[in-house]
């Protein structure tokens, strides 16, 4: 048996699906440019049938990416699958991944139906993508809590269908690692066929053990892992790409196994990944964690520097992560910009000097001195500026008396080229601008969440605010960064609008396709 674990990325399906709010479809490329860059196998990029905007993320990822094999998800409908197979089609090689529910609980519950019927279904579903591709990979939803003749009985019937890999997914994080690599250890033994598929697995954090069950799996045969960046997915989250691939790098010794990653891309896809979908990573989180390589107490303090893998199975170096923060100052020039961005793992595709040294040089103006995270935070504000715009924001004024609990801001805003001023108070300085830019841009949006972070150390930080909004039955992310946290807020705001500007486009041509189709449909 092969010693190379396949890595099956799912954070733009699995994770995505999870968040507050969607990620645009460029926000999706970013990320999948990303997963390929990092040596993913598979990256499963959506369910086209779910919505339009899926399906045309799954199509430009599928144009756009070629190291990686691009795959989409689909129950065990024809409809879905032929979404799937249009929104894929555009890609040279690609795998359709369907699925269905297995357990008793899922099969009488939900689906309503007999085992048998289920099973006609699979056997139907895998079939019919063998249309379209020969990589189809089939999944048998909750396998963990599927009686074992039922599971094996399945996955022997897919394989015969024409399924290349099988998915057991631990859907809702119950089993524990015995019990699951025991579930592995018995299909290897009792289905006859089984050496013609790759055996995957999917396992979810309900209980913090998707990541052991994971790697008790593969001992026991499985060789390839479902994951996702930082661990991001449903509820509790799904097994986290990074730590299995250093798990399987730090300990290839005494696993004998190893994957395509390049470890050194963890640290920027992981902050790339947390940036977008805004989610914090916790300080205290394996391998990614902004604790991870800081050593605190004085006995290892002495010990890391007498000899570093005292107290450091791995290095910060090995997942991308630069020990030294240098510092520039306006007088830096271009090609210490560039440098630095090497350093960090960016290539000149993944940003526009132009732009970026114009944001640094207003910057190092305001701050004195420049860091690495600095860089790395203009890098992605560059990135997000770059969408089409209708709101701008070109002043803001604002007026704050803490004492009495009031403030006032004035703001002029460009909307479509039309400068409009309007100025308003509120009980904060936040506030009175968030009231201002309502009065100018007469734009109802319900902001539902605030929050406010800081990038970078010291009083000189960089403030980074996430906001999540609401607007006709939608949510949206918007974020701002700035010396300023009042600007970063109306940074986030106008983020927002122009999220919601796009929506109604979308929408508007939509409602004229439908329109004109119904009028041709009365000819």
């Known amino acids: 048996m092969s010693n190379r674990v396949i890595i099956f990325d799912t954070t733009l399906r699995d994770g995505e699906q999870a968040l507050a709010a969607s990620l645009t479809v460029k926000e999706k490329l970013q990320i999948a440019l990303s997963l390929e860059r990092l ?14 905007g899926d399906f045309k993320s799954v199509e430009t990822i599928a144009r756009t990416v070629k190291n990686s094999r691009v795959c989409a998800l689909a129950r065990a409908l024809e409809k879905d699958i032929d979404a799937a197979a249009q929104s894929l089609s555009v890609a040279d090689q690609f795998r359709i991944h369907t699925f269905i529910s297995t357990s008793t609980i899922h099969v009488e519950s939900k689906l309503k139906r007999s085992f048998d019927q289920v099973l006609e279904m699979a056997v139907g579903a895998v079939k019919y993508a063998r249309r379209f591709t020969d990589d189809v990979e089939f999944s048998c939803e909750d396998a963990g809590r599927t009686p074992i003749d039922n599971l094996c009985r399945m996955v022997e019937e897919a394989i015969k269908a024409g399924a290349k890999t099988i998915n057991i997914p631990d859907t809702v994080g119950y089993t524990v690692p015995s019990e699951f690599g025991g579930i592995i250890e018995t ?12 055996i995957s697995v999917h396992c979810h954090d309900d209980l913090g053990l998707s990541v052991a069950n994971s790697i008790t799996a593969v001992q026991q045969g499985a060789r390839q892992i479902e994951c996702t960046v ?7 989250g799904n097994c986290s790409l990074e730590e299995i691939a250093m798990i399987l790098s730090t300990r290839k010794a005494s696993l004998g196994l190893e994957t395509g990653i390049n470890a050194k891309e ?10 977008l979908c805004n989610m914090p990573v916790q300080a205290n989180k394996a391998i990614v964690g902004a604790n991870a390589f800081t050593h605190s107490s004085g006995i290892h303090q002495d010990g890391m520097l007498k000899s570093q893998n005292t107290y450091e199975i791995m290095t910060p170096e090995s997942i991308g992560l630069p020990r030294n923060n240098l510092n520039m100052t ?3 020039g ?26 640094f040089l207003k910057l190092a103006d305001k ?3 420049v860091f690495d995270y600095d860089l790395e935070a203009l890098t992605f504000m560059e990135a997000q500026a770059e969408e089409e715009s209708f709101y701008q924001l070109k002043q803001l004024v604002v007026h704050s008396d803490s004492t009495q609990g009031n403030a006032t801001a004035t703001v002029k805003i460009e909307l479509d080229g039309e400068v409009v001023t309007e100025a308003a108070t509120g009980n904060g300085p936040v506030d009175a601008a968030y009231n201002a830019i309502a009065r100018a841009s007469k734009r109802e949006i319900n902001i539902t969440s605030y929050k406010l972070s800081a990038k970078g150390e010291g009083q000189d930080a960089l403030g980074q605010v996430d906001i999540e909004a609401s607007y006709q039955q939608q949510s949206f992310h918007g974020v701002g960064l700035a010396t300023d946290v009042v600007e970063a807020s109306v940074q986030a705001l106008i983020h927002v609008m122009n999220l919601t500007w796009r929506a109604d486009k ?14 041709l449909g009365g000819v």
């Not at 040596?39 to 049938?49: A, H, R, S």
């Open 39 to 52: 040596g993913v196998d598979v990256m499963e990029v959506g369910f086209p049938v779910s919505s339009p």
């Open 187 to 198: 299909l290897f033994n009792r289905v006859p066929n089984i050496d013609q598929a790759v």
């Open 230 to 236: 930082n661990g991001i997915g449903e509820r509790a």
């Open 266 to 275: 963890i640290h920027r896809t992981s902050s790339l990944v947390s940036q």
């Open 330 to 332: 306006s007088r830096s």
């Open 334 to 359: 271009r090609h210490v910009i560039k440098h630095r961005m090497e350093e960090m793992g960016y290539g000149e595709h993944d940003y526009d000097m132009d732009a970026l040294y114009e944001s």
């Open 367 to 369: 701050k004195g001195q």
């Open 506 to 519: 979308v929408a508007d041509c939509k409602q004229k396709i439908q329109q004109k189709a119904r009028s």
